[in-house]
């Protein structure tokens, strides 16, 4: 069985860091490529960021410079260093797997809410 457990959110201030966590089981982890999505309300869900098998990365331009995606395959963790976070970061993150030969995302994680406050 597949799970995808996101931990790390919370409520912080304009300007400050959060560390997001996803910690996946039932999966081959360095098989996936994962990625970190989100979700306003009212708003459609979001790519944010992308790390491949090879540790690839690729961020949405509203996050570029600011966020970090990060994976320790020893641990079949992803992680999303969030920094200088904005209030428009105000949404429920979640984490997401694409097998390496699969184009979709076939398993997501019960997200995290993030909430900035200005």
């Known amino acids: 069985q597949v799970q995808l457990v996101e931990s790390g959110g919370g409520l912080v201030q304009a300007g400050g860091s959060l560390r997001l966590s996803c910690a996946a089981s039932?999966?081959?982890?360095?098989?996936?490529?994962m990625g970190w999505f989100r979700q306003a309300p009212g708003k459609q869900r979001e790519l944010v960021a992308i790390?491949?098998?090879?540790?690839?990365?690729n961020y949405a331009d509203s996050v570029k410079g600011r966020f970090t995606i990060s994976r320790d395959n020893a641990k079949s963790t992803v992680y999303l260093q969030m920094n200088s976070l904005k209030p428009e970061d105000t949404a429920v993150y979640y984490c997401?797997?694409?097998?390496?030969?699969?184009?979709?995302?076939?398993?997501w994680g019960q997200g995290t809410q993030v909430t900035v406050s200005s």
């Open positions: 039932g999966i081959i982890f360095v098989r996936n490529h």
């Open positions: 997401a797997r694409r097998d390496r030969f699969w184009s979709d995302y076939s398993n």
């Open positions: 790390i491949t098998t090879e540790g690839n990365t």
